[in-house]
Structures are given as structure tokens and as C-alpha cells.
């Protein structure tokens, strides 16, 4: 059984950091492309990063809104992906999960709230 295990999450004020992890067990993350997705409120669930799979090279993909400012990254040794943000904006607050891509539904996970704000 697959199972994916957000955290990191927390308040933080504007252009603050966070670094979230996504632990991996039951599946090897090297394998896969892996991505974080994020839900703000009202909002539709949305990829913000991606890391395809070391045999895809690990090519990393990133929203607009995000570009510049997070960074995806992967240690197989841990399987274990990570989400660096940096200059944190209001509106990235949201639920952040990482799943697949594209996106398994029995992967979701609780996710880790990441709010911004003063």
C-alpha cells in the first residue's frame, strides 16, 4: 500500500520560506514523476512543481506562478521529495499534497497547510 506523508507546513509571514517533504512508502519516488500540488480555498487542486523520474531526468517543471521562487527537488536515498519555497506570497496559501503526475487518486494524502500572512 502506497501511502504519502506531507509536511512541513505552517505560518509564515510574506517573503518567508518553508520547506516542505512528502515521505514516500509502499513506492520507489526515483521511479516516477512526482509533483506538488496546492488547493487554496474555493479553488480547484493545482500543480505547482514537478520532478520527472531519473530515467526521464529528473527534468523539473514549475507553474508561472511559482517559477523563480520554488524549487523541487528529490533524495532517493530518503524517498523522499521536497518543495522549497521562498519569497512567499499571500496567495500561496493553500493545502499543499504531493502525488504523482499525472495524479493518482488513492495517492492523496492530508497534505500540509502553508498559510502567508502578517
Known amino acids: 500500500q502506497v501511502q504519502l506523508v506531507e509536511s512541513g507546513g505552517g505560518l509564515v509571514q510574506p517573503g518567508g520560506s518553508l520547506r516542505l517533504s512528502c515521505a514516500a512508502s509502499g513506492t520507489i519516488l526515483r521511479a516516477y514523476a512526482m509533483g506538488w500540488y496546492r488547493q487554496a480555498p474555493g479553488q480547484q487542486r493545482e500543480l505547482v512543481a514537478s520532478i520527472a523520474s531519473i530515467t526521464g531526468g529528473s527534468r523539473r517543471n514549475y507553474a508561472d506562478s511559482v517559477k523563480g521562487r520554488f524549487t523541487i527537488s528529490r533524495d532517493s536515498g530518503k524517498n523522499t521529495v521536497y518543495l522549497q519555497m521562498n519569497s512567499l506570497k499571500p496567495e500561496d496559501t493553500a493545502v499543499y499534497y504531493c502525488?504523482?503526475?499525472?495524479?493518482?487518486?488513492?495517492?492523496w494524502g492530508q497534505g500540509t497547510q502553508v498559510t502567508v500572512s502578517s
Open positions: 502525488n504523482r503526475v499525472p495524479s493518482r487518486e488513492d495517492y
